[in-house]
């Protein structure tokens, strides 16, 4: 049988939908070689530049969170004293919010990841973080960033449910040779995760990794077709909120006239999850719920859906996942120095009332990747992350009926 080419098997990963678009394979390779670039959809894509050998797809291969999700490492498990077939290997979970009211209002929920970016700075533990802000030049898009200072890390507060590219510049921020932490989605994590076999500068240098429990992100085109339906031009528009300022607060569109027009998060995403336009990769994605970060912060709402009436002036308050040891004494730490307040304990049942949607994801997986399989495409490895115990839990019809459904949609 005929080997694979370099580039043909590279470009497999976009073929069968599992890129993310988070920007690792420029990083790692250089834009001599791959170039991170708006795609005919509209959504963030490599693009090959030049030649590609066998050495440097084994890299894509070995740490794009395409091909391969990876938790927290095995002694972190290990060393956790809870563990839920859901939710995984944690050391507490908790309620929380940042304790000063700006940092709250700013977040997009109580502005835990917010207060902890800051305080991380401001105590001299990291030299900076490497994290998402508004894109200057596509509001719709987020842009990565490096933040020195609390206000910078203020200034990029509130969620980037558009494409990103986070991990764009990794590399040269490990170059820095500094203590540095990573606010990121979780399946950004899990590529770094993946590259901390490959660099052993990762778990030297990156002290800590937070993430937002996350229900996915937006792709270009279905933001194009919100803004068609409510008669914006999107070429007017000139800067974009996804949430934030209430809990979850407006969706705010400005216009370079100088109008703007606000919208309820559920009109913006939907009344439930049904709803939502998010990429395959996302539907299909074996870890939503940050396994690979040291602490994980969740939205609170009852079934997953905020209240119509008091979205706008509900404070915000986060359920938090730690992890790791590190996270719990970050945690503890923050709350100590006057960071962040403490809600009190939470249990798993508070967590499935929250997440529920997260709770199913992770349950259908496995059933997933076997229609994926079935239709020739490209399954992503995982490690640690209990797909095959939660499978055997299911029903059989469940597991045929969610393998069936992902099957058609890969073959149509």
Sequence with gaps: MPKTDPRTRFEKILKDDLCVGCGLCQSLLGTEKIRIDKAVDGDLRPVVCSELDEADVDLVYDTCPGTRCEGIPKADISSAPYHNLVWGPYHSLTLAWASEPEVRFEGSTGGVLTALARFLLNSGRVAFILHVKASEDEPSFGAATISTTVDEVLAAAGSRYGPTAPLINLTAALDRDQPFAVVAKPCDLNAIRNLAHRDARVNRLIKYMLTPVCGGFMPDQAMGRFLSDNGIDRDQVSALRYRGRGCPGPTTIEMADGTRRDFH????????????????????????????????????????????????????????????????????????????????????????????????????????????????????????????????????????????????????
């Excluded at 359920?319 to 304990?345: F, W």
């Design 265 to 412: 998060y559920l009109d913006f995403w939907g009344e439930d999850e049904s709803c939502w336009s998010l990429p395959f990769r996302c539907k299909i994605c074996p870890d939503g719920i940050g396994e690979g970060a040291d602490i994980a912060a969740a939205d609170t709402w009852p079934v997953a859906t905020p209240d119509r009436e008091t979205s706008a002036t509900d404070p915000g308050t986060n359920s938090i996942i730690a992890r790791t040891n590190r996270g719990v004494e970050l945690l503890e730490a923050a709350i100590a120095a006057g960071y962040l307040d403490d809600g009190g304990p939470v249990d798993i049942e508070f967590m499935n009332n929250t997440q529920p949607h997260q709770i199913t994801k992770k349950r259908n997986m496995r059933a997933r990747f076997n229609g994926l399989r079935r239709a020739g495409r490209l399954v992503p490895e995982t490690f640690g992350l209990r797909l095959d115990a939660l499978y055997l839990e299911n029903s059989a019809q469940q597991n045929r009926e969610q393998e069936e459904g992902t099957f058609v949609r890969a073959t149509r």
